[in-house]
């Protein structure tokens, strides 16, 4: 089968017994921006990379999990192991000047699409638990917040079928209001005591979407609906790397993987590239930054100042972070 309209978060077998999980929404013409989540035992000696000592198994096949998903040490480490054993994973981005990781379309296996995965469990219902838990956990989520489980979705290995002990509930939510009101349940519930939200460290206590359920752990992420999905017809081009300071206009954007916050009046530390004060975005490649900044607030980044043109030559600027390079990163102040 030929998988032609996968989205951030679907995940992918391919031929070769890997599993990625797509990521973001523009993409090659006949492959999906990826990132790689398991390596069957049998490869994973090709593989110059740390694993972590839990095993899943999938059928028959017993499979390992890198230690380390974002580092760039280890992206740079997994894409050369890639285009020593298995080149066809990797594709050299002109306009970026880097090599990405990516799953050619036609090779891959099977997908599990996390609204589908949910449809058939509610359908077959719960063979343990865990499963158990995550129905429940859904249904309250759902009538709490008027979301249909027909827009929410169960992601991770519960939705691949390979879950075991310390495995965590991770559902998905279509579309940007409907995340938004999930999102204002999940706080109702926590006071009511229903769930407990995590708020241990600053960026969880601002995007309240982690908690504990039963005793399990849960996190709640956005997906575009088709609907929201708009082709970029443009070219990026890496300028250098920048310190900025912004002033957030709109954060609507920043729910999702990539996360694109709009943003004015930058500034960048030291001496800085004067194309820096025409930034108009800042893009988080890196999941954990999504939805951490409220339009108003002053967001700090650190990343790669890139020059974008669509096919008319307007010209745009734009700070990313996740680019690969050491030390990237977003925060936030009122002031």
């Given at each position: 089968?030929?998988?032609?309209?996968?989205?951030?978060?679907?995940?992918a077998?391919?031929?070769?017994?890997?599993?990625?999980?797509?990521?973001g929404?523009?993409?090659?013409?006949?492959?999906?921006?990826?990132?790689?989540?398991?390596?069957?035992?049998?490869?994973?000696?090709?593989?110059?990379?740390?694993?972590?000592?839990?095993?899943?198994?999938?059928?028959?096949?017993?499979?390992?999990?890198?230690?380390?998903?974002?580092?760039?040490?280890?992206?740079?480490?997994?894409?050369?192991?890639?285009?020593?054993?298995?080149?066809?994973?990797?594709?050299?981005?002109?306009?970026?000047?880097?090599?990405?990781?990516?799953?050619?379309?036609?090779?891959?296996?099977?997908?599990?699409i996390?609204?589908?995965?949910?449809?058939?469990?509610?359908?077959?219902?719960?063979?343990?638990?865990?499963?158990?838990?995550?129905?429940?956990?859904?249904?309250?989520?759902?009538?709490?917040?008027?979301?249909?489980?027909?827009?929410?979705?169960?992601?991770?290995?519960?939705?691949?079928?390979?879950?075991?002990?310390?495995?965590?509930?991770?559902?998905?939510?279509y579309?940007?209001?409907?995340?938004?009101?999930?999102?204002?349940?999940?706080?109702?519930?926590?006071?009511?005591?229903?769930?407990?939200?995590?708020?241990?460290?600053p960026?969880?206590?601002?995007?309240?979407?982690?908690?504990?359920?039963?005793?399990?752990?849960?996190?709640?992420?956005?997906?575009?609906?088709?609907?929201?999905?708009?082709?970029?017809?443009?070219?990026?081009?890496?300028?250098?790397?920048?310190?900025?300071?912004?002033?957030?206009?709109?954060?609507?954007?920043?729910?999702?993987?990539?996360?694109?916050?709009?943003?004015?009046?930058?500034?960048?530390?030291g001496?800085?590239?004067?194309?820096?004060?025409?930034?108009?975005?800042?893009?988080?490649?890196?999941?954990?930054?999504?939805?951490?900044?409220?339009?108003?607030?002053?967001?700090?980044?650190?990343?790669m100042?890139?020059?974008?043109?669509?096919?008319?030559?307007?010209?745009?600027?734009?700070?990313?972070?996740?680019?690969?390079?050491?030390?990237?990163?977003?925060?936030?102040?009122?002031?």
């Open positions: 089968m030929f998988y032609t309209n996968l989205r951030d978060g679907d995940a077998i391919t031929s070769h017994g890997f599993i990625f999980y797509v990521f929404y523009d993409h090659p013409r006949s492959a999906y921006n990826a990132f790689l989540k398991y390596v069957p035992e049998e490869l994973a000696g090709r593989f110059d990379i740390d694993w972590l000592e839990a095993r899943w198994k999938l059928e028959d096949r017993t499979l390992l999990r890198p230690m380390e998903l974002y580092n760039p040490d280890n992206l740079g480490e997994l894409i050369e192991s890639f285009l020593r054993s298995f080149p066809d994973y990797v594709r050299h981005s002109r306009e970026l000047g880097r090599h990405m990781i990516i799953v050619p379309r036609g090779l891959i296996e099977r997908a599990f996390p609204s589908r995965q949910l449809r058939d469990l509610i359908v077959h219902g719960a063979s343990d638990s865990l499963e158990e838990r995550a129905l429940s956990l859904i249904d309250i989520v759902s009538k709490g917040s008027g979301v249909s489980s027909g827009y929410l979705g169960i992601h991770g290995s519960i939705s691949l079928g390979m879950h075991h002990e310390g495995s965590d509930i991770d559902i998905a939510v579309g940007g209001d409907n995340y938004r009101r999930v999102k204002g349940a999940l706080v109702e519930l926590d006071e009511r005591g229903t769930l407990t939200l995590k708020r241990d460290d960026i969880s206590a601002k995007r309240l979407n982690r908690g504990v359920f039963r005793g399990v752990d849960f996190v709640v992420n956005a997906t575009r609906r088709y609907y929201e999905i708009v082709k970029r017809d443009r070219v990026f081009r890496p300028l250098c790397a920048a310190d900025v300071t912004c002033r957030c206009t709109s954060a609507d954007e920043a729910v999702f993987r990539p996360a694109i916050y709009s943003v004015e009046n930058c500034e960048g530390s001496n800085a590239d004067p194309r820096i004060s025409r930034v108009s975005e800042v893009v988080s490649m890196i999941g954990l930054y999504r939805d951490v900044v409220r339009a108003g607030e002053r967001i700090r980044a650190r990343g100042l890139e020059e974008s043109t669509d096919a008319r030559g307007n010209t745009k600027y734009r700070v990313v972070v996740g680019s690969g390079s050491p030390m990237e990163y977003i925060s936030w102040s009122d002031d």
